[in-house]
Structures are given as C-alpha cells and as structure tokens.
C-alpha cells in the first residue's frame, strides 16, 4: 500500500518536474529572439513576426484522404510555407490527473506550436501545419489560435480504406483482414472531424474534396486560395516541380478501377500524358524519392481530442 503510494508521488513529481521543464525551454526560446520574459510562457508574446494571433493553416483528414497532396500543392506557393507538429493524448491525460491546470497546459501548447512552426524553415508570409488527426481537435486549435483557417480533405471512404490496407498504413485500431470494420471506424472519424468543421464555422473551415481537387485542380485551388485570403499564383499547379523538399505523393494507379467522380481538367490530362510520355524520368525521380533518407522530425505535443 505505502510502496504503491510512493510510486504515485513519483509519478506524479516527474509529470509536474516535465512540465515545468517545457514552460521554461519555450520561455528560454522566446528570450533567444529578443524577448524579455520573466521564466514562465507568456503566449501573448511574439515569436519573430509570428503569434498566436497569426492567420496559420491547419490541414486535416483522414490518413490516404489527399492531406499530403493539397500540403504539396500549398506548399508550391511562394507565400505558405508548411510545418508539422504531433500531439499525444495520452501525456494529455497523464498531466492532469497530476494536477496541472487546463490555462497552462494551454499556454506550454501555444508556445510549443508556434516555436516548432516557425522554426521549422524559411520565413514566409503564411505558416501552414499539415496532421491528419488535426481536424479531430479543430475547435481547441481555434481557440487557441482565433485567426488561424482549417482545411478538411474529404475522400470517398472506400478508396480511403482501399488505400489503407493495399497500402498497409498502420492507424491505431484499424484492421487490414476486415475492410468492413475498417469502413465504420472510417465513418466514425470522419464524423468526428465534420462536426469539428461545423462546429468552427465556414469562415475558418473549409471542406475540400480530394476527388474535385484531382480532377479539377485549377477550380478548387482557386477556391482554396480565396478562402484562405492569399492570392493566386501559378506554381500551384505544378507543385510536382516541388516534389523533393520534404514531400512525396504516392502514384496513382490506374487500374484500381475506381468509381467514376467525373471528367478531369484538360491541364489534368495533359500533366497525365506528359507522365506516360516520358515514363522512364518520372520513374527516376520516384525512385529517387524512395531513397532519401527523412528530414522531418517527429515532435510531440500534447492535446486533448
């Protein structure tokens, strides 16, 4: 019983020890660009010309829903540059059976987001986060963040789960030997994440259709672009000139016989025939792609869902 006891003391002291380690770590960060803080997180502080109150992207879906393809096309544009943070729920739950309080937590994951977005690349005018399981959480990003914008990829969900299992892509409960099960663990997600959009509102979320934006990529990335308030530019549409800088798509496979979304762009054929046409380059580069040894790290914060 008083062994038991003391482990929970433990437990706990370390939880809160951890704690107090992030809050200073961001507060040292925050000193190292010239600002003067007093040991705690003060969120309302700047992080070089970005804040909490900066207008960030968050993109969100399912995995295999097209949440690398429209981060890949963004990224294209001269004026966003992309970033990835990775929380865990259950260091969430683990610091506040220990006691620390919902406005601290808060404060630690704004300070710890806006370090790691900002301090991930190059400046740009607009910081853009790409996580799947972000729009699972879209209404707490928002309140932490009021000018920051959503965006939901949307898939049909039995190409989602399709590419899941012929794909092995490991999703926590998700079993590749029962596409049924794998279908309503789908739905249930997605549900989730719909409301979450809902609930934020269409003036900070914005549901994109991976189908459209593939078959119409000029459209819908106008349409993206205006709800995010940033101008139109080209090199959107080429973001395969891109493909390289910390982003690989998958191929598409032409005889998965998918069902029938509509008749593509004429820009879509030709990019398609312009593949075909010169085979043996793209298979180079995908290969090339294969091989590079990954820059991104895994950093983790936590949240609740």
């Given at each position: ?72 096309m963004l990224d294209a544009h001269p004026s966003i540059r992309w970033a990835q943070w990775k929380k865990s729920e259950k260091e969430w739950n683990r610091l506040k059976e220990a006691g620390v309080n919902d406005q601290v937590l808060d404060d630690a994951i704004t300070s710890f987001i806006l370090q790691v977005i900002a301090g991930h ?100 990335m106008r349409r993206i672009l205006n709800f995010l308030d940033i101008s139109w530019h080209d090199s959107v549409l080429h973001h395969e000139n891109h493909i390289g800088k910390g982003i690989s ?57």
């Amino acid at each position: 019983m008083i062994r038991g006891r003391a482990r929970t003391v433990l437990l706990v002291v370390i939880l809160i020890g951890s704690v107090l380690y992030l809050l200073i770590t961001a507060s040292a960060l925050f000193t190292a660009v010239g600002e003067v803080t007093s040991g705690v997180i003060l969120p309302r502080r700047k992080l070089g010309n970005i804040s909490l109150y900066s207008p960030l992207i968050f993109i969100g879906g399912m995995p295999r829903s097209g949440t690398t393809l429209i981060r890949a096309m963004l990224d294209a544009h001269p004026s966003i540059r992309w970033a990835q943070w990775k929380k865990s729920e259950k260091e969430w739950n683990r610091l506040k059976e220990a006691g620390v309080n919902d406005q601290v937590l808060d404060d630690a994951i704004t300070s710890f987001i806006l370090q790691v977005i900002a301090g991930h690349g190059e400046p740009a005018e607009r910081l853009c986060n790409k996580d799947p399981f972000t729009m699972k959480s879209a209404e707490y990003l928002a309140h932490l963040f009021p000018n920051s914008k959503f965006l939901l990829m949307i898939r049909d969900g039995r190409a989602t789960v399709h590419s899941i299992i012929s794909r092995k892509v490991t999703i926590s409960g998700f079993d590749h030997n029962d596409p049924r099960d794998c279908l309503v663990r789908w739905n249930r997600i997605i549900g989730v994440m719909y409301e979450q959009c809902k609930m934020i509102g269409k003036k900070l979320c914005l549901m994109v259709y991976y189908e459209q934006l593939v078959l119409h990529p000029e459209e819908q990335m106008r349409r993206i672009l205006n709800f995010l308030d940033i101008s139109w530019h080209d090199s959107v549409l080429h973001h395969e000139n891109h493909i390289g800088k910390g982003i690989s798509l998958s191929k598409y496979d032409p005889n998965a016989n998918p069902p029938k979304y509509g008749e593509p762009d004429p820009i879509v054929l030709r990019n398609t025939n312009e593949v075909h046409a010169n085979i043996e380059a793209w298979e180079k580069k995908a290969k090339e792609m294969v091989n590079v040894e990954p820059t991104e790290k895994n950093l983790i914060v936590v949240k609740p869902v």
